[in-house]
């Protein structure tokens, strides 16, 4: 698939050399690090070796400078090789980019270099069990005692808090003037007494494990907190608009890999006279639909991430649900049309795109689901009534 024009010349060569090293790794090496019960360790530190993992971190901490429109790159071509790389949406992406803007200077010293080399890896915990995709029922509250925060609650579906050092986690704290709660960020190292996890079993194929937290008590010292206590939603908004542009491009890294096996398989299996089976538009055409919304999605989660990159927090979190939407819709197709076109072959082990299935379907889930995306979209971009 060529890289598409309207990117600059250095993001089409961050793109072929990324696809270089993904390449080099593959599905193969995916697929069994997911059965043997690893991590993708190995790629991970040569990625953050090759400067690939910090490229949207200030320089000035050992990241690249650029932003989350070259770290969109970096997953989405990861993706497309086979070999993708989640804890990229969490770890430099969510929680790297809210400690570059909203960190103190010794947060940043003491974790930005880390993010950006791969030698650190922090988790973002924000879903709860009865919030769901309503953030405003998020009942983990954070009370002062002393000089000291005290934490409690409850979160899940929160992924790599097994590999993660720390947690960002959101947490509420009570406005004295109101009596309201706001939410707030706190990191929570990974063996801070009260703070303990539980895997959920997942029917994923994917080295990274989900858990449940709880955390009863949490002591956490002041400088846990990240950003001003007061500035609530802008500092969690920081995070969740990168989410939602790299969710999506891990969606059509996704796509893209799904896309390229059917293709490969089209273009060599015969089984009637006149050709490979590429030849009737009965599969040439769902093929090249699933490839025109995959750019269209492309082009989407560029955009929204040129918003973002330029400080439109506003614009970029209407572009970045547009984004994730259509990201999601266009990989599910995509997979859903690559396993029809091998047919049985499909659903082997030794094709691979069974395994796809369910990872799709999460970027139709998560990390926010496509029902909330088109509320966001109803009442913010077209001005309707909310239902709820």
Known sequence: MSSPTLETEEHQALRAAVSALGNRYGREYFANVVREGKHTDELWAEAGKLGYLGVNLPEEYGGGGGGIAELAIVLEELGAAGSPLLMLVVSPAICGTVIARFGTEAQKRQWLPGLADGTLKMAFGITEPDAGSNSH???????????????TGRKVFISGVDIADATLIVGRTEDAKTGNLKPCLFIVPRDTPGFSRSQISMELFAPEKQFELVLDDVRLPADALVGDEDAGLLQLFAGLNP????????????????????LDYARTRQ?????????????????????????????????????????????????????????????????DQAVHTLGGNGLTTEYGLAQMIQAARVARIAPVSREMILNYVSHQTLGLPKSY
């Not at 989410?243 to 059917?262: N, P, Q, S, V």
């Not at 929204?304 to 970029?316: E, K, P, V």
């Open 243 to 262: 989410e939602r542009i790299m969710t999506a491009a891990f969606a059509i890294g996704m796509g893209r890999h799904a896309l390229a096996r059917a």
């Open 137 to 151: 029922r998020i009942t983990t509250t954070a009370r002062r005692d002393g000089d000291d925060w005290l934490l």
């Open 271 to 335: 089984v009637w006279k006149g050709g490979p089976i590429g030849v009737h538009q009965a599969l040439a055409h769902p093929l090249a639909q699933a490839h025109i919304e995959i750019e269209l999605a492309r082009l989407m989660t560029q955009k929204a991430a040129a918003l973002y990159d330029i400080g439109d927090d506003t614009g970029a979190g209407e572009a970045a649900n547009m984004a994730k939407y259509a990201a999601a819709e266009a990989a599910v197709k995509a997979v």
